[in-house]
Structures are given as C-alpha cells and as structure tokens.
C-alpha cells in the first residue's frame, strides 16, 4: 500500500496530487483548516510516483546564491504597494513584457488566498503584498505545465516548499520555467483566518474589502495590518485587527510542517529569492527611507541574464552574502517557533469564540495598548512620516 510523507512533515504542496496519472488523490483540510493529500485506493494503482516526487523526502538540486543585492523598485508607486521594496514586480513585469505568465498568491472575492496566473501588467497588482495565509494551489502545477509545453515563459512565485513542490513535478530543466522563493515564517491557518475575518466584520459591522497585512501606513520598519472595510473605514493599530497575526507570531497558527520545515536551508531550487532588509542597508551605503528594501539572491545563470535586462529599473548595490544571512537571515534557517501551548489552542478551537481565544492565549498588555494607541495618533497627526519618531517606536517596540 502507498505511503506518503507523514502528516507532521507535510507541507501541502501538491506536487503528489498533480503528478498522479489516475487522479486518485485529493487535496483535504483537516481539524486546522490545512490541506493534506488523501489517496483513493479504489483508483490508486501503486505505481508510486506519487512517493517518488515528494520534494520532502526525495533529494533535489539545490542552487547556491552567486549574487546577492540590497534593492529597490525604482517604480514609486509599485514599491509604496508593495511589502517590501517591489522587487517582484520588476521581475513579473519583465515576464508580462514577453508575453508570458505570472503565478502568485491573489484574494479571491471572497478574500480566501489562493495561486491565481495573470498575462496583463493591470492584474500585477493582484499579487502584490504578503499574505499570511497558505495559499491554495489547487491545480495550479498542471497549468504552469501547460504554459511550459506550449514555450510560453512562467514565472511562479511561492514560498519554499511550493516552489520544491513545483521543481519536484516538473522534474526537468526548462528554459522558460522561472522560480522565485520568498523566504517564510510559516504558512498560517485558513480555517483560523475566517474566523479571524468574521469576527471583524461582526464588530465594525461591514464586510471586508480589503486586508493589508504589510501596510506601510507608518512605514517599514513599523509596517503593520490594516484593514479596509466596504463602509469605507480603514483600521489599524487595534486589538482585533492585529490578533490574527499575533496567534501566527506567537506560534499557535503555523502549519505543524513549518515547526520542522524541510525547506530552511541557504541553497535552494529556485532561481531568485525575496525578502526583507532591514539592517544592511547602513553597512553599504544604501539609502533606507522606510519605504521597503528587498534583499535579492540571485541562484542560477537564467536569473543572472534576467537581472541585467531589469538593472535600469531597480536600484541596486551588490552586498555579501554572509553578511546578509547574519542581519535578516534568521528564517531562511530557522523554522518558526511552536508554542508550548499549541495543542491546548487547537483543543479550546471550536469549543470558545475567537474573541474568547484571543483572550486566553494572547491578551493584550497595557504597553501594547499604548503603543497602539501612539501609532493612531501618529497616523492622524501626519507623525507617522517622522522617521526619528518612528526608529524610536521601533526600539521601544523591541
């Protein structure tokens, strides 16, 4: 009898699913809202591909980094709308120049996270900004596959075990195939994010029209979630409104794969890897304006001769790679930290409110109260563009 990867060790990534020739497995959520493969042994015939292309248990290529930046979007309005210094957009709009395809993580109407593929630089936006959810691929593979066969370009953007997933499925060297990585703290339950986005509609009475988990509305280094309602309300720095990714935080949240993840090493399949600077950006130079900087590695040499067709609409200084890793590195070794008390969340989950489970595992110290408090103020005053104001709150923050 077929047997795959174990449930702790599971990241969802599909790759079993998509490459199975009899279509005998399904993608299922459990008790926690995450997705596992399910197998149907009536249409299962043993052959084990499934088993063989597992990026969790079968060896990959790995691409070591052989150049890694400090960069920014020099397209203003692309980088203010984006989490970090937009530096997926330059490579997608290079993609959508050629008439190729871009696959990212997008809101649905019903704002659930889901892999969606666009062709036109008017849907980029879409894909934009983090959000902190597992995404649902659905079939997802097929399609970039699809693309592939017919020598269309694809850019797939996804966190580490997604894009192993998608390396392990396609299984061979493709010139028109490019991966991009971000690196990841965990992937957050969907089934707690709806309730997350019930309970806030019910207390400000008014149904979501937007999330913004990395809102700059005071900047990088104090980004915070935002939500805009369709009554036209834009809240922020509130207790309800920041519990969702405090739960993640604070380790109750994650998939029980990203507490061990198989994916937290230096080499990678991808081709590029995204994610924030924070503490570079002095050490060469680089201007920070806390507006967003990105830390790119570039991996094989199809992202090389991409980076030099984008270099005049970036702005760029080359940096060490060592040094990178040591200033905002931590998670592309690190897993994500489970809490203690983990097991006791997921038993109380359906038997309290969330309101009642917010109480219990994260309640609100009177310091958060009044930094919060800071932030409205600062926001409304006009404050929030004071950078000394604002480096200061972040210490004390720490």
Not at 92 to 112: N, P, Q, S, T
Not at 230 to 259: D, E
Request: charged share 30%; net charge positive.
């Amino acid at each position: 009898m077929i047997k795959l990867v174990e449930k702790e060790h599971c990241s969802g990534c599909t790759a079993c699913m998509a490459c199975c020739p009899k279509e005998a497995i399904s993608m299922c959520a459990d008790e926690e809202g995450f997705k596992y493969p399910v197998i149907d042994r009536n249409q299962c015939v043993e052959c084990e591909k499934c088993v063989r292309t597992c990026p969790v248990t079968n060896k990959q290529k790995k691409n070591p980094v052989v150049a890694s930046y400090i960069a920014i979007n020099n397209d203003k309005k692309q980088r203010e709308s984006s989490a970090s210094g937009g530096l997926f957009s330059v490579i997608a709009h290079y993609v959508l120049e050629k008439k190729g395809i871009v696959f990212g993580a997008a809101y649905d109407e019903k704002l659930r996270v889901k892999h969606i593929a666009i062709e036109h630089e008017a849907d980029l936006g879409k894909l934009r900004m983090s959000k902190y959810v597992q995404s649902d691929l659905g079939d997802t593979f097929k399609q970039v596959d699809k693309y592939l066969k017919v020598n269309r370009i694809v850019l797939f953007s996804g966190t580490p075990c997604q894009v192993a997933g998608l390396r392990a499925y396609i299984n061979r060297e493709d010139a028109n195939l490019i991966l991009l990585d971000l690196v990841c703290h965990g992937v957050p339950s969907p089934k707690l994010f709806e309730d997350y986005k019930a309970a806030l509609s019910e207390k400000y009475e008014s149904d979501i029209q937007n999330i913004y988990f990395r809102s700059k509305i005071l900047g990088h280094h104090l980004s915070t979630i935002a939500v805009r309602f369709s009554n036209g309300k834009l809240i922020h720095s509130r207790r309800l409104v920041k519990s969702y990714p405090r739960l993640w935080f604070a380790g109750f949240a994650s998939r029980p794969s990203c507490y061990a993840c198989s994916f937290k090493e230096e080499d990678r399949v991808s081709d590029f890897t995204l994610f924030d600077s924070f503490k570079s950006a002095g050490q060469y130079g680089f201007k920070d304006d806390d507006m967003g900087l990105s830390n790119v590695y570039v991996r094989t040499q199809k992202a090389i001769d991409l980076w030099k067709q984008i270099e005049t609409q970036v702005t760029a200084v080359k940096t060490e790679t060592a040094v990178t890793n040591k200033n905002d590195g931590d998670m592309i070794y690190e897993s994500a930290v489970k809490n203690k008390a983990r097991a006791e969340f997921w038993s109380d989950y359906g038997k309290l409110s969330y309101t009642e489970l917010i109480d219990k595992y994260i309640p609100y110290s009177k310091k958060e109260a009044i930094m919060d408090k800071v932030k409205r103020v600062m926001v409304s005053t006009g404050l929030s563009k004071n950078l000394k104001i604002k480096k200061l709150l972040t210490k004390i923050k720490k």
